[in-house]
T-cell receptor, first 116, second 115 residues
Framework: AQKITQTQPGMFVQEKEAVTLDCTYDTSDPSYGLFWYKQPSSGEMIFLIY??????QNATEGRYSLNFQKARKSANLVISASQLGDSAMYFC?????????????FGRGTSLIVHP | NAGVTQTPKFQVLKTGQSMTLQCAQDMNHNSMYWYRQDPGMGLRLIYY???????DKGEVPNGYNVSRLNKREFSLRLESAAPSQTSVYFC??????????????FGDGTRLSIL
């Protein structure tokens, strides 16, 4: 079974609108964390936002926020006021366990296209 | 401010040839990783090195070997390239000293085609 599931292969959004990219995860470890990365067409992987399982509040970073629903095991990325430069692949990843060293698991990604 | 540097950026090989992908980081990170990215498959872990002197297999290690040469460098070797190894390869690194919320830092990738 996949540990990280991104069910939307592709998403389209109008410029200036908000969009939600879905991510569900599967773990029995009480200590875990979720990461979101952006991969533009140029290919580099850019870290966007992190949410820890013990964090009391949903993470936010500028126009990015994470809708973390622990009981549903979902960690959806919300991008507000979409811009043309947001067009990219987006990957959700999870680390399990505490301690400093971990091996993250990645989802298959969602392709986001922002229309003018 | 180089971060994670991968060489080469592009490479074309013939089936059966060997080559080594190089990766170096200048952030004093402990852990380093090699991934491959194929369309629709996300990033799959080939090998990782939790710290200098250790290496472990990831999800898809067959056909690859790695060497953690020192703290900075982590190389990936294809001994006998096969067309199924055509992919984009990413190296990443991470510090284990600064908490679980620290993300991985990625290189720009190596596009490898095997004919």
């Amino acid at each position: 079974a996949q540990k990280i599931t991104q069910t939307q292969p592709g998403m389209f959004v109008q410029e200036k609108e908000a969009v939600t990219l879905d991510c569900t995860y599967d773990t029995s470890d009480p200590s875990y964390g979720l990461f979101w990365y952006k991969q533009p067409s140029s290919g580099e992987m850019i870290f966007l936002i992190y949410q820890g399982s013990y964090d009391q509040q949903n993470a936010t970073e500028g126009r990015y926020s994470l809708n973390f629903q622990k009981a549903r095991k979902s960690a959806n990325l919300v991008i507000s006021a979409s811009q043309l430069g947001d067009s990219a692949m987006y990957f959700c990843a999870m680390r399990e366990g505490g301690g400093g060293s971990y091996i993250p698991t990645f989802g298959r990604g969602t392709s986001l296209i922002v229309h003018p | 401010n180089a971060g994670v540097t991968q060489t080469p950026k592009f490479q074309v090989l013939k089936t059966g040839q060997s080559m080594t992908l190089q990766c170096a980081q200048d952030m004093n990170h402990n852990s380093m990783y090699w991934y491959r990215q194929d369309p629709g498959m996300g990033l799959r872990l080939i090998y990782y090195s939790a710290s200098e002197g250790t290496t472990d297999k990831g999800e898809v290690p067959n056909g690859y070997n790695v060497s953690r040469l020192n703290k900075r460098e982590f190389s990936l070797r294809l001994e006998s390239a096969a067309p199924s190894q055509t992919s984009v390869y990413f190296c990443a690194s991470r510090s284990i000293m600064t908490g679980n919320n620290q993300p991985q830092h990625f290189g720009d990738g190596t596009r490898l085609s095997i004919l």
